[in-house]
């Protein structure tokens, strides 16, 4: 199937034992040792600003969280590094219904992750799990308690089992938190790569033996967290010491934070260009620390390293631009187009050539001579005075290989096709939301290439999992083939009362049809809001009025070019005045071209576009 929108996806069939976990360790299947993995980016449902539930990333649905009314905890867009992050009261939580008393949790050792922090230093944990049977809390992130922070998987407040580290200063700053447990080495807890205690008892990790788990509070929702956190994870085994590092500094470099150890990612550095989005690495502390196959969230697998040594790693991340391949500038002599998406890595020692691979899953036909591997071999930022590599293979299904690559220290990497009409590369949904207005819904969505498409039809749905066809918009691209953006719109002129769900299905000439994301809006709590930008067109820079917010509320403001990257993020909160003015000024110029600019209150998103000249 040629798709109107190629949306890169993990074909995890097709990628053998491919580590699609945190930083490419573990796989998201559930059927490695990654058992919960809760990330702000990935499937958080969330209805006026308040999390409804949010899925497990390490593949077992049955661990899940969710909550209902007042215990829901807030979603606060772009909070942390451009990422949301999940805000609680002390009176909310999330939560999962199943018992951990299950082959995924028997076991005597673990490593958790947690990133938040927190807004007092007098209330309680995080991350509980609870005794189903009677009602005992046990703390798996005690972050406070009065300035001391407990770290244990299980157990509480007995001496021999638990981590007790006190007198730490900012800790209602952002951190990330590592610890790990096993009956050999004891327990060892982090704070942002740095080892603070190491205890060599005899209590092992508890198998967490009719409990339940939570996330900001007890089981009555009392008493609990006050803090903010973005991302949990934890795997049922002890990972290795190159394991740990790789997830630290997969974390650091997502969360804009620092690994005062360790610190072995520097292409998240504003001076290095910002490479923060999925980062994954390969590395070996020694020959029993040793990490040589990842992926991570994204769609580059590097492997088999020919050279990997003691205190060796190789770590890289992308720069969040678009996957279309669009760029035609700078490429080399023999390809026509390649992604305006760029890698670029971060090698301490010499690995050594590796294997490289790309998942283009939902591409279609793909004619693997056309596909070209370019690296910026000589580090001067540009690809076009680069000699590209055709070589690659098919590995399986949509998985294309090239093997004996050598990327260095800083060197930038990106994928190229010598024919862009025989092997166009896939293309992002730019844009897909949806907008009160009166007693309306309306829809919008922007492609920015479309193959072979023939329509949408547009569905909607109650509960967010039984859908009902509601409308149908024809493709706008001459015999559903263009390179250029095109915009759609649709109304929904009877909206569900309160939160109504809609969904894509992209159809094709020869009838092969796809589904795209899913997006919420609640009609309940569209009210008569405006913004408006002036002036517009402008250079980059401009005034919005906004009116119709009552009383004082939190408006986020995130400004995105056509190709979906974003160029501009602010917060700032409204007057109880009847007319609001506030200047945008980004730090950065901002170059020609159309935008949208998306104004965020209580969860409801209302879009305006902007020109800049």
Known sequence: MRKVIGIFCLALSNLTFAQTGPGGVGTSTGTSSLKMWYRTDAGVVSTSGNVDSIRNSAGISGLSLGETGAQRPTLVASAVNGFSEISFSGSNRLRTGLNLTTTNFVNTEASTFVVCRADNTTQTSCVYTTDALVGTTRFTCHIPWSGTVYFDIGTCCTNDARMDVGGLANLTSYSFWSYDANATSGKQLYRNGTLLLSRANTSTYNSHASQYFNLGGNTSGTNGFVGDLTEMILFNTKVNSAQRIIIENYLAAKYGLTSAANDHYLMDDVGNGNFDYEVAGIGRVDASNIHNDAQGTGIVKINSPNNLGDNEFLIWGHD?????????????????????????????????????????????????????????????????????????????????????????????????????????????????YAQPESSTIVLNWITATEINNNRFEIERSKDGIVFEKIGNESSKAQGGNSTSNLVYSFIDLNPYSGTSYYRLKQIDHDGKFEYHSIISVDREESKNIKFVVFPNPNQG?????????????????????????????????????ATNTVQIIPQEKIVAGQYFVNFIVEGVKYPVKVIVN
């Not at 591409?363 to 591997?373: E, K, P, R, Y």
């Not at 009116?547 to 400004?559: A, F, T």
Request: net charge negative; charged share 20%.
């Open 320 to 432: 969040n631009v678009s996957v279309n391949a669009n760029n035609t500038t700078d490429v080399p002599t023999g390809v026509q187009a390649r992604m305006s998406r760029t890698w670029r890595a971060s090698e301490v020692g010499e690995v050594g050539t590796i294997d490289v691979s790309v998942d283009l899953a939902g591409l279609g036909s793909v004619t693997a001579s056309d596909l070209a591997l370019l690296i910026d071999k000589d580090n001067d930022g540009l690809l076009s005075d680069e000699t590209p590599d055709f070589t690659a293979t098919l590995v399986s299904g949509t998985v294309y290989r090239w093997s004996g690559v050598d990327i260095d220290n800083g060197q930038r990497f990106s994928f190229g096709t010598a024919n862009s009409t025989q092997t166009p590369l896939p293309i992002e949904l730019t844009e897909f």
């Open 541 to 577: 820079e401009f005034s919005v009025d906004f009116s119709g917010i009552e009383n004082e509320h939190e408006v986020m403001i995130e400004m995105y070019s056509m190709d979906g990257k974003l160029v501009y993020s602010n917060q700032f909160i409204s007057s109880s005045s």
